[in-house]
């Protein structure tokens, strides 16, 4: 029997990112079972101001956690709708955003960055649970104000959150968008939005 090695391991050469696209062809099905959860979300008129508070679990499957320690960055992104309930798929929302995050590790100094796109600010972990702990706690995120909003109607607030896949490195995609693996996301959770009091919005 020869001892050469196969196509495949050749064309990995020492290039962790295509070794792991190649193994996760073969992954089980039953390795997958994670996934996102938002358990708690809470709005409510602040002054002049609708805010959302927020809980995310985010947890990942062995694969993720695997590219991650394989310097594979992740970006998370939690998108934020307001809407008038009852509102048709088409009906454009009254407030939409979305919220991007990034998280790197660094296997020289063992740390797990986190990056906020949006404000390209920086935190660093010791631990990716307290890496994803953090990324998970969303407060007194400032929506839109009750002024740009009917005041007949009735209006929710909605999150969901989900590993974007497109922004993964290339090599890396083709498995991903095939993978429940790496198809990462919560479900919609809604919250409504107080009406404002009577005279003035609410202090």
């Not at 007194?140 to 909605?158: I, K, M, S, T, V």
């Amino acid at each position: 029997m020869s001892d050469a090695p196969s196509p495949a391991r050749r064309a990995c050469g020492n290039k962790p990112a295509v070794w792991l696209l190649l193994t996760l062809l073969w992954l089980p099905a039953a390795a997958w079972g994670a996934d996102f959860e938002i358990p708690e979300l809470e709005c409510r008129l602040a002054g002049d101001m609708y805010r959302l508070d927020a809980d995310i679990k985010y947890r990942l499957t062995e694969q993720v956690r695997e590219a991650l320690q394989n310097g594979v960055m992740l970006t998370l992104e939690v998108h934020v709708q307001v809407r008038r309930r009852g509102a048709w798929i088409w009906q454009d929302d009254a407030y939409s955003t979305r919220l991007r995050y990034s998280i790197h590790f660094h296997a020289l100094a063992a740390l797990y960055q986190v990056q906020d796109i949006h404000h390209d600010t920086r935190e660093d972990f010791v631990t990716l649970n307290a890496a994803l702990g953090h990324l998970g706690r969303i407060r007194n995120l400032p929506l839109l104000g009750p002024q740009h909003l009917d005041p007949e109607g009735a209006y929710q607030a909605r999150l969901k959150a989900s590993l974007d896949v497109d922004a993964l490195p290339l090599p890396l995609r083709p498995v991903a968008y095939l993978s429940p693996s790496w198809n990462l996301s919560s479900p919609w959770r809604a919250c409504p939005l107080p009406p404002p009091r009577a005279g003035g919005a609410a202090g």
